[in-house]
Nanobody, 115 residues
């Protein structure tokens, strides 16, 4: 079973930046596409960004394209999300998981963007 531990969230003003980290454990890291998801207050969890197997491809939701960058460090079993030009609408709890996601969600990390 794969486990996920997210970190790096915090409170920033609009226009600021944060870098989220996620360390995974379990089956071979390279076998899976890894993604970031987020859940805003009173909303369904939604897809944010994905790094394909072995990081050969990346894709983003329209709402973050051009502002967020996903990357992964295979040696460290880690995936990252660099978030720039943050907007209040980015306020959410951010999670990482495989894509498609397993049922094993971590605690997430809270990102709060003030205007």
């Amino acid at each position: 079973q794969v486990h996920f531990e997210e970190s790096g969230g915090g409170s920033v003003q609009a226009g600021g930046s944060l870098r989220l980290s996620c360390v995974t454990s379990g089956p071979t890291f390279n076998k899976f596409a890894l993604a970031w998801f987020r859940q805003r207050a009173e909303k369904e969890r939604e897809f944010v960004a994905v790094s394909g197997r072995r990081d050969v491809s990346r894709a983003y939701s329209d709402s973050v394209k051009g502002r967020f960058t996903i990357s992964r460090d295979i040696a460290k079993n880690a995936v990252y999300l660099q978030m720039n030009s943050l907007e209040p609408e980015d306020t959410a709890v951010y999670y990482c998981n495989t894509n498609p996601p397993t049922e094993s969600w971590g605690q997430g990390t809270q990102v709060t963007v003030s205007s």
